[in-house]
């Protein structure tokens, strides 16, 4: 299998995450807490020593503000529904995924926040001028997407930051593309929410994910139960990042997550994002070159992650998807990416597109085996 949907979960992940899970799910799996007994104490160990990497990584604030999560919706779910209140008002973009304008639409919906969704140019980058056009004095919280998941294009979150800040609202990143790409540095971009999953460029396993949780956000914990330490209080303990962290965390992803930034951090981001990047381009140029295809996106690669969407004329996307699938053993992901609104605004909605998303292990090989297989389906030159 080629596998090239990346963006949805990397794989392969680094041997050196292979192997991290094997030995501590044999050697330490134990319910992480601290009043416990060695291997208890062991666990919560690998944790601790987590939120330090996380913290170090993104230059938070302290490691305790990195709170795990299953993935990146739940992240974003603890996000919102811990820190809006009745009547705020939010900013988000036409480029989110469904994990984060589904729960904000929801509250729109229920009358509890009224929400503005600002557009992106045909390029698909939202200007930082242009959320700031869109916000109120009511404004409590602006969302938006480091990267869109469709069109992989970054967005100029540290401007967007400094006028948040400036305005007195609230910051949230969604970093589901860009954690383990591009470096990001919550204090200088000036977020006061960091959301994203650890299974895609961080490498880690399904099941984990974390938020961080600035200074200046106060957030009703949105998941309540034990905490593996004070046990006395009849409600959740105020202290970070216990406040938010109900129920037995996923110490065996942790512990692969840490192993996936072991890795990050060897190659160097830098270098990860060019592979992943070049390995677009040189799809984009194939596909240029091929009658029947157009692609989407910025077309400078500095503003991109490792991401391709495009439309073949000669037939749907989910067609495409199946056929390269089933008879040329290549995953891409056809459709809307859990994102209707980039869609709608590129034209492209309800078919959807091809997503084609690199990771650290494809290789140009892998892309030529695709740009084969996609002018064999269409009959290309
Ligand atoms: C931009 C973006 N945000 C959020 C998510 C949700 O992450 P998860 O699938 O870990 O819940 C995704 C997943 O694809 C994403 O691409």
């Not at 990001?184 to 949780?213: E, M």
């Amino acid at each position: 299998m080629i596998y090239l949907d990346n963006a949805a979960t990397s794989f392969p992940k680094p041997e050196g995450v292979y192997a991290a899970l094997d030995q501590f799910a044999r050697h330490s799996l134990a319910n992480p807490g601290r009043a416990g007994h060695k291997m208890a104490l062991a666990a919560e160990h690998t944790l601790d020593d987590a939120r330090h990497r996380l913290n170090r990584f993104f230059n938070g604030r302290s490691p305790d503000r990195w709170v795990f999560t299953l993935n990146g919706t739940d992240a974003l779910n603890m996000a919102f529904k811990g820190v809006l209140n009745d009547g705020d008002h939010v900013v988000t973009t036409d480029l989110e995924h469904n994990s984060v304008s589904r729960p904000l639409v929801a509250l729109a919906e229920a009358g509890r926040i009224t929400l503005t969704r600002v557009a992106a140019d045909a390029g698909g980058t939202v200007s930082a001028g242009a959320i700031e056009a869109a916000m109120t004095p009511q404004t409590r919280l602006v969302a938006v997407t480091h990267a869109s998941n469709v069109l992989g294009t970054v967005q100029p979150v540290a401007e967007m930051g400094k006028l948040v800040r400036a305005r007195d609202a609230l910051f949230l990143v969604d970093a589901a593309q860009t954690a383990g790409v591009i470096p990001i540095d919550v204090q200088a971009a000036c977020t006061d929410l960091l959301a994203f999953p650890g299974h895609k460029s961080l490498l880690g396993p399904t099941g984990t994910g974390a938020l961080y949780v600035g200074p200046r956000a106060q957030l009703r914990p949105w998941r309540e139960g034990g905490t593996g330490g004070d046990s006395s209080t009849p409600t959740q303990p105020k202290e970070f990042p216990y406040y938010l962290e109900g129920g037995t965390p996923n110490v065996l992803g942790v512990a692969g997550l840490v192993a996936g930034l072991d890795f990050v951090e060897e190659r160097g981001l830098d270098s990860v994002r060019r592979h992943e990047v070049e390995l677009c381009d040189q799809l984009r140029d194939a596909l240029a070159a091929t009658p029947g295809f157009e692609v989407f996106g910025h077309a400078n690669p500095t503003h991109r992650v490792g991401t391709v969407a495009f439309r073949c004329e000669a037939m749907p996307a989910t067609d495409l998807g199946a056929i390269l699938d089933q008879s040329f053993d290549i995953a891409v992901r056809p459709g809307l990416h859990c994102a209707p609104y980039v869609h709608k605004s590129l034209g492209s909605y309800p078919d959807g597109l091809v997503r084609v998303s690199t990771g650290p292990f494809n290789t140009a090989a892998d892309i030529d085996r695709l740009v084969e297989a996609l002018r064999e389906v269409t009959g290309g030159i």
